[in-house]
């Protein structure tokens, strides 16, 4: 499986992602306002316009998905914004907010 760079750089801030780039892109997703930990960034480099196997299955994990079809869905957009949020909600990533003391 192949995804060009652009189509994730493109894609991540669609789905909650802040971009700060530096020596790499990095793409860090908020939720409610804050950073849920789940991030992955991007390099500059020639050598990395199109993303294979190896490096997909990186972003999965800096991502917190389980496969690399969802690392390209999440770039591509089948997985949707609210979808992404649920599956990190599944994996105790990110919680709700109650209600609570407010």
């Known amino acids: 499986m192949q995804v060009d760079r652009d189509e994730i750089e493109a894609g991540l801030p669609k789905k909650g992602f802040i971009r700060q780039d530096s020596r790499h ?5 908020e939720y ?3 950073r849920t930990g ?3 960034y991007t390099s500059h480099g020639s050598g990395y316009k199109v993303y294979g196997d190896a490096l997909l299955k990186m972003m ?3 991502l917190r998905l389980d496969t690399a079809r969802q690392v390209v869905d999440l770039a591509m957009c089948p997985l949707s914004q609210t979808d992404y949020e649920k599956i990190l909600k599944d994996k105790g990533v990110i919680e709700e907010e109650s209600d ?3």
């Open 32 to 34: 409610q306002g804050k």
């Open 100 to 102: 609570e003391g407010k």
């Open 60 to 62: 999965r994990t800096q």
């Open 25 to 29: 892109r990095y793409f860090y997703h």
């Open 38 to 40: 789940a991030y992955t």
